[in-house]
């Protein structure tokens, strides 16, 4: 099982053969759309692109945490964490490709 990695240059790649936009205002495209994604996730508010999934932050409490080494225990402080839910049609494509495989 090999993973690669899907970067930004080949999706704005993508966008340009099959938009046809120039190279550059692909990466334009590209970039303001994950920069509104990015504004509207830190502004609290949840994201949801239709066939894909919704990103949402949720906020962890305060927790104590051990160190797996020494055993000693550590308080991990409060955060707000990316969360990812994937679409049922999303989940149905990555299931038919792993049964494909098999």
Do not use: D, H, W
């Not at 999706?11 to 303001?32: D, I, P």
């Amino acid at each position: 099982m090999s993973e690669q990695t899907i970067t930004r240059a080949q999706l704005s790649e993508a966008v340009y053969q099959e938009v046809g936009l120039s190279r550059n205002e692909s990466a334009e495209l590209l970039e303001m759309v994950l920069e509104e994604i990015s504004n509207a996730l830190a502004a609290g508010e949840s994201v949801k692109i239709s066939s894909f999934g919704s990103f949402s932050v949720r906020q962890k409490g305060q927790r104590v945490g051990r160190n797996p080494k020494t055993g000693e225990e550590v308080p991990i402080c409060p955060r707000r964490v990316l969360v990812f839910r994937p679409s049922q049609l999303l989940k149905g494509q990555i299931n038919a490709g792993q049964e494909a495989k098999a």
